[in-house]
């Protein structure tokens, strides 16, 4: 009763592999529709859906290839709840709600941390993360106004901290998983960075494209690296055709 949603596949590896790529299909397919039809966004209905899309196909993706309410799929929730606020996040920035659109996304951030986990703490590989973060505040404090006095602080916290968990992960676990988690999580940095630098510092040329591609990378990163919920199964567990078929066969040979 536990599992909602739980795809056990009695397939060799490589149709496991097949499969997953097939989950991932619709990402890559809005991906490329985002950027072929949307060019400058104002809050309509249409580049609203087309921006979430990506992000909507990503949790369709951490659901199919396995999921249950259960703690060996604590991390796939925790990621999924994460990308769902980053979707609403999507939508507030969209429509120009700036500040209410980061709160989303600092409530996401603080999933993802959840799930990358604070053990080992490895504190002296946060110092650099948390130096940068001090940097950056200092130098945007001064175009600061309103909620953002403390938000963009508050935020900015976060997001590094995700960052960092990220990679302390991974020093510990070098799985090629954590290690594209890793890096995915600095390219969501470098993605929010220059929506900083680009509202109160300079002008980036094709700011929004670069944002945007740095912004889909990492979560793709983030929610791929969920599959290593799949290597944890216990053994013995069966889909319930197989259950039923093995039943099945013991009443005839009976």
């Known amino acids: 009763m536990t599992d909602l949603i739980h ?10 592999c097949k499969s997953q790529a097939l989950n991932l299909a619709p990402f890559v397919n809005f991906v490329v529709l985002y950027f072929a039809f949307v060019r400058n966004p104002h809050g309509e209905l249409w580049t609203t859906i087309l921006k979430c899309a990506p992000i909507v196909s990503l949790m369709f993706f951490v659901v199919m290839k396995g999921f249950a309410f259960n703690k060996q799929y604590k991390y796939s ?6 990308l769902v606020f980053s979707c609403g996040g999507d939508v507030l920035l969209n429509i120009d709600m700036f500040p209410h659109g980061m709160g989303s996304f600092a409530v996401a951030q603080i999933f993802y941390i959840s799930a990358f986990g604070l053990k080992p703490l ?42 960092y968990r990220a990679t302390a992960r991974t020093v510990h676990q070098k799985t090629p998983l954590f290690i594209l988690c890793a890096i995915c999580s600095v390219l969501f940095v470098v993605s929010d960075g220059m929506i900083a630098l680009d509202m109160f510092l300079l002008s980036i040329p094709n700011a929004r494209l670069w944002i945007m591609i740095t912004y889909y990378a990492a979560q793709f990163g983030i929610a791929l690296s969920t599959t290593i919920d799949i290597s944890k199964k216990k053994p013995g567990i069966m889909s319930p055709r197989k259950g039923r078929n093995n039943s099945s066969s013991r009443r005839r040979v009976k």
């Open 7 to 16: 795809l056990v596949s009695p397939h060799p590896p490589h149709a496991e």
């Open 77 to 82: 929730l925790l990621i999924l709840i994460g």
């Open 122 to 163: 490895n504190w002296k590989l946060g110092i650099p993360f948390f130096v940068l973060w001090a940097v950056a505040i200092a130098v945007v404090a001064k175009h600061l106004e309103g909620v953002l006095i403390v938000g963009m602080p508050v935020y900015g916290f976060l997001l590094l901290t995700m960052c």
